[in-house]
């Protein structure tokens, strides 16, 4: 009987191994292609020019929304604006109804690919709360050397 | 002056809970029944302090007193009742104080109700819930009070976040909480339970209704979240994978495994120390999941501004209780051992592989969700780690859990006939396999694997038929015998299968919607027209319209069915972009039309200047309200279970239940 449960506990182990192997190699992978990395509008410009990133690459970019860049373009279904980090700025188009909290001088992040000077949004997240600064907006503007602690100016 | 003494009694309602996790405890180990008497009523007295603190904070929303810093923070005079009610958790202080309201209001549930509990578990259970509530109550008064006074008064207030001025958000977090600081009492019970170096089936007998009623809050609560994203982000999409939508998923998962080990620990006397280990991790996660929705360290689309020095409080309390029961389970835990052989293929065996695969689930979310913070903090950079990572991880393991979860309940306990089983299901497997290829064929060619989801849910639903078809012999007994046991069911049964059932209809839900959603983006002057799943939308005009606290600007679409004459079966919709007065915030009031195959949904959005037309976003999705019903089914029965009385009773039940006995819940 010891011996028989011994063996029993033994095939249990061995199948909820080989299990969690297929669970590590399934999460691995998934890994592998779906971490999006984040750039500020200065990183974009200096590592797509030293060939560091590609236009396939999906990322991350934040920063304030340039004051006066929005605007409209072709059918009127798509906003293109500015993106800056108070150093460098890109442009970035995106198709849809922004989310509520977009506006000019607000804190952004959108992702998607950028390509010829453009960075087309699939995504674009601004927050539920217009006191919020997204962490890697306030880093961006660190690196840059822009940072000033939020005022409550609202 | 009623600020004050709601300032006042939750100070010593932190007293009280400091010497009810302290004295009794002693007391349990002394075996002093003076000490151990007072559990009880400190836990009653703990929880009634805690009542009057948050009617105070009630009371100052309600009638705007803007001497109070949180009312002003988040409240209006022109805000309706409903929402002066809501904003009393619909800011950081007010929600940890509702957390601690519901933490004290479980304390106080186990004191009134748990009569027929063995005394020493008893007071531990109430001793360790009253540790964490020590915690809580401290983290409250030290870094978040919602009493704090301004001076001088400001005539009004900040009002609330628009986004939470909405029925449905402003439920949602008493359920989500009732739900995740529910798992404060399993938690308290495995704690007791190591304490005592004792997990009996009774243990187990007693654990389940508390995990099933935590579990029950938690499924309503996150439904009850995600319909609130699919109508007011005007996004159409009901889930993200954001870490706050994580952060409530992962103690559900937890939650999930836990209702079904517990079920073994209880009749087969196995899996003990494994049930054990789970309700600590669920607890363990809820707290994560208040740390990271408190703290601010992870982007979401649903941070709100948040303080990083409440963080660092809310981790230790987390370190602490957390790396406490685990380092009593390490010492404790060898000891708990099982009698309970069973062979791989039996009920055991399938309740296992459930809860290796939710516990595997539940750790590729979370390993997802804090992935971004372990390469923040070693300086790799900065990732975010999306929705396509869980779902390339998430589906493949529900996949084989949804397939096992029709057939484990045809398993007999110990031993099971895999192939008996199976040969059961002949008839579901012919209707799902029919199912299946009919979805391909007819609806989408293109998708193999919407196919195969539907093939799934179909599969599980008349799985869970069959099952309680067998039950009660339906066909092989007369119609009035299968009747009258379909009436004699025991409740607990009737949970299982509506909890089934309900999934089976929540992941059709999911599979069509995400699959067949149609979504057209466009800009529309008054009079155009446009063709979205099969439904013609007119925008007739756009106007403005006053609302209470706000001004919105509402469409006007025209909806009729494409091929339908008669203007008589069309449908308005009125989307709505409301501008709120104090916060001069906007949000989308999607207008959505539920039908039976799926949500006709219409979103109006700026306005062009140069053609004069509105950005509209049209959405076909399918089958959504399969997902809000599959989820409120599976709701109702975890109350059906719950009013078994099987449940309410303390030792595992040999003889007749004497009705007398039985405590009111």
Known sequence: MALKRKHRRLSFVALGLLALGAAAALILTAFEDNIVFFHSPTEIQEKFAANELKPAQRLRIGGLVVEGSVTKTGDGATTRFKVTDLTKSIVVEYRGILPDLFREGQGIVAEGHYNNNVFTAREVLAKHDENYMPPEVAAALKKSGQWKPAGKEK | ?665
Do not use: C
């Not at chain 2, 359920?175 to 187990?204: K, N």
């Not at chain 2, 039309?593 to 306005?607: I, R, S, W």
């Not at chain 2, 976003?617 to 409120?632: D, E, H």
């Open chain 2, 1 to 665: 002056m009623i600020v004050e003494t709601g300032h006042f009694a939750l100070i010593l309602a932190l007293f009280v809970a400091a010497l009810q996790g302290t004295l009794p405890m002693i007391g349990a180990h002394r075996r002093d029944q003076a000490l151990m008497a007072i559990a009880a009523p400190a836990a009653l007295i703990q929880l009634a302090l805690v009542i009057v603190a948050f009617a105070a904070l009630t009371y100052a929303f309600v009638t705007s007193d803007f001497s109070v810093l949180n009312v002003v923070q988040n409240s209006h005079t022109d805000k309706p009742m409903l929402y002066k009610i809501s904003g009393v958790w619909g800011n950081h202080e007010g929600s940890m104080l509702l957390w601690a309201l519901i933490l004290s209001l479980y304390g106080g549930a186990i004191a009134a109700f748990g009569k027929n509990l063995r005394p020493s578990l008893k007071v531990r259970v109430l001793g360790v819930q009253s540790l964490i509530a020590t915690g809580i109550l401290a983290f409250i008064l030290l870094t978040s009070n919602p009493f704090t006074r301004v001076v001088p008064a400001p005539i009004n207030g900040n009002s609330l976040n628009p986004l939470l001025q909405d029925p449905g958000l402003a439920f949602h977090p008493p359920l989500l909480y009732l739900g995740y600081v529910g798992l404060s009492i399993t938690f308290s019970f495995a704690v007791a339970a190591l304490i005592e170096g004792r997990v009996d089936a009774a243990w187990a007998r007693w654990v389940r209704p508390w995990t099933l009623a935590a579990w029950g809050f938690l499924t309503a609560g996150i439904s009850l979240g995600s319909w609130w994203a699919y109508y007011e982000l005007g996004w159409g999409g009901w889930w993200f994978w954001d870490p706050v939508e994580n952060a409530s998923f992962m103690p559900w998962l937890a939650a999930t495994a836990l209702l079904h080990s517990a079920i073994v620990s209880e009749k087969r006397d196995s899996l003990k120390s494994w049930t054990i280990f789970l309700a600590i991790i669920a607890f363990g996660l809820s707290l994560l999941g208040t740390f990271l929705v408190r703290s601010g360290v992870i982007t979401s689309v649903h941070a709100f501004a948040s303080d990083p020095t409440r963080g660092v409080f809310i981790l230790l309390l987390l370190v602490v209780t957390i790396g406490g029961a685990f380092a009593l389970f390490a010492w404790r835990g060898p000891s708990l051992k099982g009698s309970g052989l069973f062979q791989p293929i039996s009920r055991e065996g399938g309740l296992l592989l459930n809860n290796f695969l939710l516990t595997v689930a539940a750790a590729s979310v979370l390993l997802g969700t804090l992935y971004p913070l372990f390469i923040d903090v070693l300086e790799l950079g900065k990732v975010s780690v999306g929705a396509p990572y869980f779902e390339s991880v998430f589906i493949p393991m529900m996949i084989p859990m949804l397939m096992v979860m029709a057939i484990a309940p045809f398993l007999k306990w110990k031993r099971g006939d895999f192939l008996g089983a199976t040969a059961r299901l002949k008839i579901a497997l012919i209707i799902t396999i029919v199912g299946g290829l009919l979805t391909w064929s007819i609806i989408d060619r293109a998708s193999a694997f919407a196919a195969f989801g539907m093939a799934l849910a179909i599969w599980l639903f008349i799985a869970v038929l069959t099952e309680l078809a067998e039950r009660i012999k339906l066909f092989r007994v007369p119609l009035i015998e299968s009747g009258r046991r379909l009436l004699h069911q025991p409740r607990a049964s009737w949970g299982m299968t509506f909890a089934h059932a309900g999934l089976a209809i929540m992941v059709a839900g999911m599979t069509a919607s995400s699959a067949w959603r149609v979504e057209s983006i466009q800009v529309m002057k008054f009079g155009d027209s446009v063709t979205v799943g099969g439904y013609t939308y007119t925008l007739k005009d756009v106007r403005e319209v006053p609302g209470p606290n706000y001004i919105a600007t509402r469409g006007t679409f025209i909806v009729t069915q494409s091929g339908a004459s008669g203007e008589d079966d069309a449908l308005t919709l009125y989307p709505e972009k409301r501008t709120y007065k104090t916060r001069k915030m906007t949000t989308t009031e999607a207008a959505i039309h539920p039908t039976f195959l799926g949500d006709l949904y219409a979103v109006v959005g700026d306005k062009d200047e140069k053609s004069g037309g509105y950005v509209t976003r049209i959405y076909f999705n399918p089958l959504v309200s399969w997902m809000w019903t599959g989820a409120l089914i599976m709701v109702l029965g975890a109350g059906i279970s719950l009013s078994d009385r099987r449940h309410r009773v303390g030792a595992p039940a040999k003889s007749k239940i004497v009705p007398g006995s039985v405590p009111a819940e």
